[in-house]
């Protein structure tokens, strides 16, 4: 069984930075790609980024493009995402997901397995 572990959430001033990494093991292994998506107070969970294997690639959402950093570190298993210029708004649960079928790179419902979150919470 796939298990995703988050960690790297705290509080963080505005213009601050985090990186959050999520460890991997299991089925993880064999998956389509990775994602990061988080849920912000009183709304849905929503898509930040993701990180496909073969062929690689990466997916941001728009809004966050230039700001946020996703990647791979093949020593440690581990998807990190790089979070620059922290805003209030980025305020929000953030949570590692594994997908195992292709589509859908953004889409929460094609992802198969979620780590627990890790909450990311931005000041003044």
């Known amino acids: 069984q796939a298990q995703l572990v988050e960690s790297g959430g705290g509080l963080v001033q505005a213009g601050g930075s985090l990186r959050l990494s999520c460890a991997t093991s299991?089925?993880?292994?064999?998956?389509?790609?990775m994602g990061w998506f988080r849920r912000a107070p009183g709304k849905e969970r929503e898509f930040v980024a993701a990180?496909?294997?073969?062929?690689?690639?990466?997916y941001y959402a728009d809004s966050l493009k230039g700001r946020f950093t996703i990647s791979w570190d093949n020593a440690k298993n581990t998807v990190s995402l790089q979070m620059n210029s922290l805003k209030p708004e980025d305020t929000a649960v953030y949570y590692c997901?594994?997908?195992?079928?292709?589509?859908?790179?953004?889409?929460?419902?094609?992802?198969?397995?979620w780590g627990q979150g890790t909450q990311v919470t931005v000041s003044s």
């Open positions: 990180i496909r294997w073969s062929p690689f690639n990466t």
């Open positions: 997901a594994a997908k195992y079928s292709s589509g859908g790179i953004n889409s929460e419902s094609t992802y198969d397995h």
């Open positions: 299991g089925r993880t292994f064999s998956s389509y790609a």
